[in-house]
């Protein structure tokens, strides 16, 4: 945030957000909250959490800067029994899992060693770290630092081209229409009343060129050129106004034009942005 400012921080904060919450579906996981530039996700087992771990680590690796940032994730994992509550995970494990994360550094990933233990045989490259003091234990804990760039470079010296990007597609769906958008082949997006636009809005809220999207980085950003400006909300989040500004779009959400999206009156657009994720290529 000091470094680009807070908009423009709190873009790549979202961008690394969705792009570790996608790598924890991947691996028989999910998200159960964010806090700031946090996220906690549970796994099915350890072998799984671990496998996420370097997933994440490697995705961040070839993710493309934003804003000049080259985003970095430290990742803890401890595994065990917990108390789940109003889909919120509580207990000892959950805990140790937030004192091994506050240990870890950028690009670095922390476990313990009974979790390590408990994943099974594993091709995981480590480095035991020794015994450390975890405040609320009795005793100290074994930490193990997982070395993810060791397999990296092993690859990269095997396959000229490791890693390819899954096309990133924006879905704009209004009325019974949807069109579909590359980030590799950018077209101009204009969404308004006036005839013209790309998407038209029969509303009576909405300006003529009332709003647009554009590609950056491979990440969709509608920016908002109206008077009365335009209310985006990411499902599962509260809805952001936008006016005269611009903002990314992630995951999948709804879009009203001049009017909030709490009114029961008025056009929506459903959208939602899928892709972006790294996969080996053979």
Same mark, same amino acid.
């Given at each position: 945030m000091e470094t680009v400012g807070d908009v423009q921080g709190h873009e790549v904060v979202a961008s690394v957000l969705e792009c570790l919450a996608e790598v924890t579906s991947r691996h028989r996981g999910y998200v159960v909250k964010t806090i700031g530039d946090e996220i906690m996700s549970a796994f099915e087992s350890p072998a799984d959490a671990l496998s996420a771990a370097v997933d994440m680590q490697r995705a961040l690796k070839v993710h493309p800067p934003m804003h000049g940032v080259q985003p970095k994730v430290r990742i803890g994992v401890h595994g065990g029994p917990v108390l789940v509550e109003n889909g919120d995970l509580h207990g000892?494990?959950?805990?140790?899992?937030?004192?091994?994360?506050?240990?870890?550094?950028?690009?670095?990933?922390?476990?313990?060693?009974?979790?390590?233990? /408990?994943?099974?045989?594993?091709?995981?490259?480590?480095?035991?770290?020794?015994?450390?003091?975890?405040?609320?234990?009795?005793?100290?804990?074994?930490?193990?630092?997982?070395?993810?760039?060791?397999?990296?470079?092993?690859?990269?010296?095997?396959?000229?081209?490791?890693?390819?990007?899954?096309?990133?597609?924006?879905?704009?769906?209004?009325?019974?229409?949807?069109?579909?958008?590359?980030? /590799?082949?950018?077209?101009?997006?204009?969404?308004?009343?006036?005839?013209?636009?790309?998407?038209?809005?029969?509303?009576?809220?909405?300006?003529r060129s009332h709003a647009s999207v554009s590609v950056r980085h491979g990440r969709f950003y509608l920016a908002d050129h109206s008077t009365n400006g335009t209310f985006v909300r990411p499902r599962g989040e509260d809805e952001i106004f936008v006016h005269r500004d611009e903002v990314?779009?992630?995951?999948?959400? /709804?879009?009203?034009?001049?009017?909030?999206?709490?009114?029961?009156?008025?056009?929506?657009?459903?959208?939602?942005?899928?892709?972006?994720?790294?996969?080996?290529? /053979?």
């Open positions: 000892d494990v959950v805990n140790t899992a937030a004192r091994v994360v506050a240990m870890a550094k950028g690009d670095q990933i922390l476990t313990t060693e009974d979790t390590l233990l /408990s994943a099974g045989p594993a091709d995981l490259a480590q480095r035991d770290l020794g015994e450390h003091p975890i405040r609320g234990k009795d005793a100290p804990i074994r930490l193990k630092e997982v070395l993810w760039e060791v397999d990296l470079a092993g690859l990269t010296t095997v396959m000229p081209n490791p890693v390819a990007m899954i096309e990133v597609t924006l879905d704009l769906r209004a009325g019974g229409d949807t069109l579909s958008f590359t980030a /590799s082949h950018p077209a101009p997006i204009t969404i308004g009343r006036g005839e013209g636009n790309t998407i038209e809005v029969q509303d009576a809220a909405a300006s990314l779009l992630r995951g999948k959400g /709804s879009i009203r034009l001049g009017r909030s999206l709490m009114e029961a009156d008025g056009s929506v657009l459903e959208y939602g942005v899928r892709g972006g994720l790294p996969v080996p290529v /053979s």
